[in-house]
C-alpha cells in the first residue's frame, strides 16, 4: 500500500521559514514525480512545487518562485519544501501527491495524482 504522510507544518510569523516533509513508502516503481499542493479555506487547490526522481528537475508556481524550495533525498524516498519569506496568503493545508513518472517533470505539476498525503497545516500570522 503506497502511504504519503506529510510532516513539518506549524505557525509562524510572517517572513519566517518552515520546512515540511512527505516520506513516501510502499510503491515499487522506479520513477515518480512527486508534487506538493496547497488549499486555503474557500479557495482551490493549488500546484505549488514538483520534482522529479529520474532527473531532478522542479517546477515551482510564480506566487512561491524565489521563496520556496523543493528538495528529495531518494535514499529516505521523502520530498521536503522549504519555504522561507512566508507570508499570510501561504496560510493552507499543504498536500503532497505522487505518481510513477519518468523524465523532466510538467510545468504546473499537471499530472493525473494516484496518491495523495492527509495534508499538514501551515499558518501564518502577520
Known amino acids: 500500500e503506497v502511504q504519503l504522510v506529510e510532516s513539518g507544518g506549524g505557525l509562524v510569523q510572517a517572513g519566517g521559514s518552515l520546512r515540511i516533509s512527505c516520506a513516501a513508502s510502499?510503491?515499487?516503481?522506479?520513477?515518480?514525480?512527486i508534487a506538493w499542493f496547497r488549499q486555503a479555506p474557500g479557495k482551490a487547490r493549488e500546484a505549488v512545487s514538483c520534482?522529479?526522481?529520474?532527473?531532478?528537475?522542479?517546477y515551482h508556481a510564480d506566487s512561491v518562485k524565489g521563496r520556496f524550495t523543493i528538495s528529495s533525498d531518494d535514499a529516505k524516498n521523502t520530498v521536503y519544501l522549504q519555504m522561507n519569506s512566508l507570508k499570510p496568503e501561504d496560510t493552507a493545508v499543504y498536500y503532497c501527491?505522487?505518481?510513477?513518472?519518468?523524465?523532466?517533470?510538467?510545468?504546473?505539476?499537471?499530472?493525473?495524482?494516484?496518491?495523495w498525503g492527509q495534508g499538514t497545516q501551515v499558518t501564518v500570522s502577520s
Open positions: 501527491a505522487l505518481i510513477e513518472a519518468y523524465g523532466r517533470v510538467w510545468s504546473r505539476c499537471d499530472y493525473e495524482y494516484e496518491y
Open positions: 510502499g510503491f515499487a516503481f522506479h520513477g515518480y514525480a
Open positions: 520534482i522529479s526522481s529520474t532527473d531532478g528537475s522542479t
